[in-house]
């Protein structure tokens, strides 16, 4: 599976976007990009994946660049229920769909 | 609530000693995986099982094992701990043909 790069931390002022970046310069074509999401030590939370076209849910938004080598995580109005550790993480098409975690990036939203 | 839920949620125990950890999945979900995240190490994948069989296996020591049994319950069993050992456990379930894994609570196990 390829290798993620994140920032360690980054803040944003609640209401206000947070755009949270990830490279991944290594992925292959058939290889998806995952975000999922810690707050404080509870289970990892699922938040979104793509292959190549931009993604958009209830959560948040996924750009991948068409290149596919870096995606951007867009929280639109982050809240303080948002301050977590954010993974990004590049996942096989194997068939176990196992998740290999980064360190990832921890997300501080400012009252 | 994920729907997975895990037991104990946090277990104390010493050196040397054995303790079991038991998951079970979101009904209908075939898939148990289970993770260690650990101060030093992060998140790691341990092992996985699909439908009662072992379908992947990560980072897991051999005085580490696990089980999927009839129901789709499953139990990871470690055992000659050690300091090192203590972590929280995750364990994550996930239906056929989706993508996304859904992860319980978590058990704290902390070795003295």
Known sequence: DAKTTQPTSMD?????????????????????VYWYRQIHSQGPQYIIHGLKNNETNEMASLIITEDRKSSTLILPHATLRDTAVYYCIVRGADSSYKLIFGSGTRLLVRP | DSGVTQTPKHLITATGQ???????????????????????????????????????KGNILERFSAQQFPDLHSELNLSSLELGDSALYFCASKSHGTDTQYFGPGTRLTVL
């Open chain 1, 12 to 32: 944003c002022a609640e209401g206000r976007a947070a755009n949270l970046p990830c490279n991944h310069s290594t992925i292959s074509g058939n290889e998806y």
């Open chain 2, 18 to 56: 054995r303790v079991t950890l038991r998951c079970s999945p979101r009904s209908g979900d075939l898939s148990v995986y289970w993770y260690q995240q650990s101060l030093d190490q992060g998140l790691q994948f341990l092992i996985q099982y699909y439908n009662g069989e072992e379908r992947a």
